[in-house]
């Protein structure tokens, strides 16, 4: 039988940033949706906003599997208090409310640059930060490609997410949950991702010499196949 993925981007990117992932779904046998969540350009641009986006294309759909990156990751495991997807997989996921990251020099550098948004309601796109702390795998060139493509972001999402003030409730998260960490993250790091993992009570996968956007990464290849295996051995996914 033939499953449906709903995969959900995180801040800065679009459904650009899934494109590799998609082709090795959709050769496994997946039918694929990519969405790319309203931005500070419009008038849904808050988290609930996007929520409600999200779970309305998931609706749609009718059952999907979740699939989510950064903050992305973290609405997908939102989406599962009420959803109840067939699987959800949260990669370096944001932060939850009452999981703070432990303080590092990256983390600090970020919530400076953040300050502008929170205080003014300024839209938020650190580029220089971003090469240092997201896409610190890449080499010049690439990083220049993918800054080409990213967006801001909005403040009001600034204002919930950096503090982490989005709940997720254990209790009423029944699917299957994977979340993956990245060795050379220094945005959402491993120490992050791993407590989430330990939280809610989640298979955990991490990947060394990967940054925040791993799904760019030269590791992308090896993600995608172990998440199709994960879902497989799962017994959630067939081929058609």
């Given at each position: 039988?033939?499953?449906?993925?709903?995969?959900?981007?995180?801040?800065?990117?679009?459904?650009?940033?899934?494109?590799?992932?998609?082709?090795?779904?959709?050769?496994?046998?997946?039918?694929?949706?990519?969405?790319?969540?309203?931005?500070?350009?419009?008038?849904?641009?808050?988290?609930?906003?996007n929520?409600?986006?999200?779970?309305?294309?998931?609706?749609?759909?009718?059952?999907?599997?979740?699939?989510?990156?950064?903050?992305g990751?973290?609405?997908?495991?939102?989406?599962?208090?009420?959803?109840?997807?067939?699987?959800?997989?949260?990669?370096?996921?944001?932060?939850p409310?009452?999981?703070?990251?432990?303080?590092?020099?990256?983390l600090?550098?970020?919530?400076?640059?953040?300050?502008?948004?929170i205080?003014?309601?300024?839209?938020?796109?650190?580029?220089?930060?971003?090469?240092?702390?997201?896409?610190?795998?890449?080499?010049?060139?690439?990083?220049?490609?993918?800054?080409?493509?990213?967006?801001?972001?909005?403040?009001?999402?600034?204002?919930?997410?950096?503090p982490?003030?989005?709940?997720?409730?254990?209790?009423?998260?029944?699917?299957?949950?994977?979340?993956?960490?990245?060795?050379?993250?220094?945005?959402?790091?491993?120490?992050?991702?791993?407590?989430?993992?330990?939280?809610?009570?989640?298979?955990?996968?991490?990947?060394?010499?990967?940054?925040?956007?791993?799904?760019?990464?030269?590791?992308?290849?090896?993600?995608?196949?172990?998440?199709?295996?994960?879902?497989?051995?799962?017994?959630?996914?067939?081929?058609?």
């Open positions: 039988m033939q499953k449906d993925v709903l995969f959900i981007h995180g801040w800065w990117a679009g459904s650009w940033v899934w494109s590799e992932v998609v082709e090795r779904f959709e050769a496994a046998g997946f039918r694929t949706h990519a969405l790319t969540l309203p931005g500070p350009e419009s008038d849904r641009s808050t988290f609930s906003d929520l409600d986006y999200a779970t309305g294309v998931a609706r749609s759909i009718g059952d999907p599997i979740l699939v989510g990156h950064s903050a990751g973290l609405m997908a495991m939102k989406m599962s208090e009420t959803a109840r997807p067939p699987a959800c997989i949260a990669i370096t996921p944001a932060a409310a009452g999981m703070l990251p432990r303080a590092s020099a990256g600090v550098r970020f919530l400076v640059a953040a300050l502008p948004s205080v003014f309601g300024r839209d938020f796109f650190p580029r220089a930060l971003l090469r240092k702390i997201a896409l610190n795998s890449l080499d010049n060139a690439k990083q220049d490609g993918v800054l080409g493509k990213m967006r801001p972001v909005s403040a009001s999402q600034v204002r919930m997410l950096v982490s003030l989005i709940s997720v409730n254990r209790q009423r998260m029944l699917s299957p949950l994977l979340i993956v960490g990245a060795s050379e993250d220094r945005l959402t790091p491993v120490t992050q991702t791993r407590a989430i993992a330990r939280r809610y009570g989640a298979e955990y996968r991490e990947y060394p010499n990967a940054a925040h956007y791993i799904l760019l990464d030269a590791v992308c290849p090896d993600l995608a196949s172990d998440l199709i295996a994960w879902l497989n051995q799962k017994t959630l996914v067939g081929k058609a």
